[in-house]
């Protein structure tokens, strides 16, 4: 059975609305699953191709990922993620904690490692608050496998026993062979189970996440790993698609941690028809989906304008873009099926 998130929403913000009467919404540190009430999220587990809870059911999950964390901090706040879970239906975020420079995105981990975890706690604290699932992903291009062990040693000595967290270890490998990317693996995945044993862990893939055939011919061994398919329609059309099919047919399981309606440069203009089409693929065979980014930007792939509030509970509609307008309704109807 495939989970229908609506319905429980209402339910959820009922449990919210009491929680929040003297209370903090900030999740101490050590606090149990068993230390709040929680009527979406479970422990998920990977069974074949297909993401599922702790009833064994099929879980599908769509919302948008946070920007750089570096560049757009400043929405990396509880308010922000209330307001995907409230006001956009989201039941999971990505925290895109940027590993090292690129491009105009600077201040990363490797410079300030203090204020990067802050940031990716305030997030994973605030998707706990509000009942969500929430994908802490380690933002990189390139190897940085030393500064990837340290930072998630952290994280997990806190959220270990947290079912809402999913780990996702290399965003985007460039053109990296996969055996690179294996070894990578095969080296951190062990750190993060030493004390989130049971987490779902996101492995990246060759050539920016799409060469996910290639993974697909000699995938880890070891349980609960998805692995990532990145796309931007106005780019990646039937041949990314053709390539993905190859990979679920082998058997690898699959999660679209990052896509955007736009150009592989987070520009240009929205490509409505492969937009739908990627999102039929994504029906189809009931893959979570991230789109890219809560981001203030002057390019078509970041949502909100210069001009919104920090706070995404008090964004109005003119502070969305088209892309934001979008991914919201794109949002909204799957989690509703």
């Avoid at 409230?86 to 600077?106: F, L, M, P, Q």
């Avoid at 608050?129 to 998630?152: G, P, Q, R």
């Avoid at 955007?260 to 039929?280: L, N, Q, R």
């Avoid at 930007?297 to 873009?321: F, V």
Wanted: charged share 25%.
């Amino acid at each position: 059975m495939k989970i229908n998130f609506l319905p429980i929403v209402a339910l959820a913000m009922a449990f919210a609305g009491l929680a929040a009467c003297g209370s903090s919404s900030k999740t101490d540190a050590g606090a149990s699953q068993e230390d709040s009430v929680s009527v979406f999220v479970s422990p998920l587990h990977v069974e074949g191709t297909a993401l599922l809870n702790a009833n064994g059911d099929t879980v599908v999950l769509n919302g948008p990922s946070l920007g750089w964390h570096s560049n757009w901090g400043r929405f990396y706040n509880e308010g922000t993620v209330k307001a995907l879970k409230e006001k956009w239906g989201a039941n999971i975020t990505r925290a895109a904690i940027g590993a090292h420079k690129s491009g105009d995105c600077v201040n990363t981990y490797d410079v300030d490692s203090a204020n990067a975890v802050n940031l990716a706690m305030k997030v994973i604290d605030a998707a706990i608050a509000n009942d969500m699932y929430v994908i802490c992903d380690w933002h990189s291009h390139e190897n940085t496998l030393e500064d990837a062990k340290k930072f998630f040693t952290v994280i997990t000595e806190k959220y270990g026993d947290t079912p809402n967290v999913l780990y996702e270890i290399w965003n985007e490998p460039l053109d990296i062979p996969w055996q690179e990317i294996k070894d990578y693996a095969n080296e951190l995945i062990p750190v993060i189970r030493k004390n989130a044993p049971n987490a779902v862990v996101i492995v990246g893939t060759p050539k920016w996440d799409q060469d996910v055939d290639v993974a697909a011919e000699s995938p880890l061994e070891m349980p609960n790993l998805l692995y990532s398919l990145h796309y931007y329609a106005g780019t990646h059309k039937d041949w990314n698609r053709d390539k993905a099919e190859q990979a679920i047919a082998a058997g690898l399981p699959l999660i679209v941690s990052e896509c955007g309606s736009m150009d592989h440069t987070g520009d240009g203009p929205i490509d409505y028809e492969s937009w739908k089409a990627w999102m039929d693929f994504a029906d189809k065979h009931n893959i979570s989906v991230l789109m890219w980014d809560i981001a203030d930007k002057n390019e078509t792939c970041s949502m909100i304008e210069a001009t919104a509030s920090d706070n995404g509970m008090e964004w109005k509609e003119e502070d969305l873009k088209e892309w934001a307008k979008l991914a919201r309704k794109t949002i909204t109807e799957r989690n509703s099926k």
